[in-house]
C-alpha cells in the first residue's frame, strides 16, 4: 500500500474515534473478545409481577414502567449480580412519578469508576439508529465542567466487528421501540464524583446525559439526583511474594492485590521500577520487565472455593503509585471475591485462606 | 454539554487541518507513516486504485475490532501523529508498552487489510 493510500485511508477515520482519543478515557464502549448472550431467565417473572399494575397505570405507562424494571433484570443478570453476592450493586426503585426522561436503573462502584446504568427517552428507532455513526451519548454533573462519554449497554460479553454489527446489536439490546427507551451505561471516573460533590458542596450530583446527533443538535435527559454508591473491595496481603521467572531471570515482589468484583489492582515492586514508568524511561531496559508485569497479571489464578479459576487479564493501565506499579485490570461480569480461597502465579502460592 | 459539543467542533476542525496540511508533512507525521507503510507494503507492484469510501470503511472496521486503550493509541499515533513518549505518558503507560501495542496493532491491522482484500 502506497504512503498516499495510507493517507486516504486515515482521513477516512471517523470522528467518533477521533473524538473518543482527545483524552484518554478508557472508559467508553469496549467489546471483550469473546461473547456468550445471557437469557434472561427473570424476564417472566418481572411480566408476571408486573401483570397487576397493568390496570392501575395504563397500558401506555405499563409499557414503559416493564421496559425499566426489564432492563434491571437484565443488567443484574448480565452482571452476575445475585450469583456473585455483589453488595456493591446499588438498583433503583422505579415510580409511576418519572418514567420518562432519565431514569436511574442501576450503579456500581468498582474503586476506580462509578458504573451508571440509565433508560433515556424519548429516543426514536431513526434516532437510535444513527448510532454508532451518527448519534453519540455523553453524561455530566449539572453545574460543573465535569463530563464523559456515555454508550448503549450491550451484553457484556458480545464481541462486535464494524459499524453496522454494532447498530444491529443496539437496536436489538439496548433499545426498545415500543417505550421509545434507550439503555446507557455511564462510566464516572470516582475522582470526578468527589470533585463534583466538592464544587456543589453536596452528595447529590445533578447527574444528567446528552444525545448528540450529527454535528450541532443533542438533546438533555434529566438532571436526576445520584450520588456514589459503596465500593466493595478485598486487600489481599501477599507479604513480600517473590516470583522468580527463570526464562527472563528477573525477580519481581508481588505485594497485594485490591480486588473488586469488577476490576484488579496488582501492586508489584521491583528495583528501578519508578524510573520504568515515567514517560522518559529506557524502554529497551524496561523490555524484560514490562514482559513480567504483564505476567503477574496474566498468568496468576484466582481461585474459587468451588474449584473454579479466574485470571483478571492485561493490565489497562500501570502508574508507579506509593512506592508500587499499581495494574489496573477491569472485566465484564462480576465475580465473587467473598469466595476466594487461593491465589496462585505458577507454583508460587501468593495467598489462601486459612 | 458546551464542552463537549466544543471537542467535537474541535476536533473537527482538526480533521480539516489534518487533511490540508497532510501533503506538508511534518517529521512526526512522516515517521508514523513510515511505521504503517513498513507493515503495509505490498509485495507486488500491481497499480492501486482504491476507493476513499472503500478505505475509510476498512479503517473504521478495524477500528472497531479493537479495545479502547488500543484505539486511542493508533488514533493518537497515526492520526494525532503524536509522538510514543507522549502517548505513554497520556495513556498512563510507558513508552515501552506503547511501542509493544503499537507493533500489535500494524500486525492485527494488515491482517485485517489482507483478509478484506486490500492488501495482496
Partial sequence: MKRETITLMLNGLAVDYIGEAEVFRPDAIQESPERIVHMNKKRIITFALAAA??????????AVWSIHVTRQQELKADLQIEENSVSSYTEYDITDEKLSGLVLLSSVNDGQEQHVYVNISPVTKEEAARFPSDVRFSWSIAGTEICGFAGPQLPVELSLSGKEAIRNA????????????????????????????????????????????????????????????????????????IYHDTELDKKIEIVGLEL?????????????????????????AYGPWSILE??????????????????????????????????FCGWGSAININEVQRIVMGDLVLWEAE | ????????????????????????????????????????????????????????????????????????????????????????????STTNSVTVRLFRIREKLRHYLEKEGLLV
Fill in chain 1, 53 to 62: 399494575l397493568m390496570l392501575a397505570l395504563g397500558i401506555t405507562a405499563y
Fill in chain 1, 170 to 241: 443496539v437496536l436489538e439490546n439496548a433499545y426498545d421501540e415500543k417505550s421509545q427507551t434507550m439503555t446507557l451505561q455511564c462510566y464516572i471516573d470516582v475522582k470526578f464524583i468527589e470533585k463534583a460533590e466538592a464544587e456543589l458542596g453536596t452528595k447529590d450530583i445533578p447527574f444528567q446525559v446528552h444525545m448528540i446527533m450529527g454535528e450541532e443538535e443533542s438533546r438533555t435527559f434529566g438532571p436526576v439526583s445520584f450520588s456514589s454508591t459503596e465500593e466493595q473491595k478485598r486487600y489481599f496481603d501477599f507479604g513480600h511474594a
Fill in chain 1, 260 to 284: 473488586t468484583p469488577f476490576s484488579a489492582i496488582w501492586k508489584v515492586s521491583y528495583e528501578g521500577a519508578a524510573d520504568f514508568h515515567t514517560p522518559d524511561a529506557d524502554p529497551t
Fill in chain 1, 294 to 327: 504483564d505476567k503477574v497479571c496474566i498468568e496468576s489464578k484466582i481461585i474459587f472455593s468451588d474449584g473454579s479459576e479466574f485470571s483478571t487479564g492485561g493490565a489497562l493501565t500501570t502508574p508507579h503509585e506509593n512506592g508500587t506499579v499499581n495494574q
Fill in chain 2, 1 to 92: 454539554m458546551r464542552t463537549f459539543v466544543c471537542k467535537i467542533a474541535r476536533n473537527l476542525a482538526t480533521k480539516k487541518y489534518h487533511s490540508n496540511t497532510a501533503a506538508i508533512r511534518n517529521s512526526q507525521y512522516d515517521l508514523a507513516l513510515e511505521e504503517l507503510e513498513e507493515v503495509l507494503a505490498d509485495k507486488n507492484s500491481v497499480e492501486e486504485a482504491y476507493e476513499a469510501e472503500e478505505l475509510a470503511e476498512a479503517i473504521n472496521g478495524f477500528m472497531a475490532t479493537l479495545n479502547y486503550t488500543d484505539r486511542f493509541i493508533f488514533t493518537r499515533r497515526y492520526w494525532y501523529s503524536d509522538p510514543v513518549k507522549d502517548i505513554a505518558k497520556m495513556a498512563h
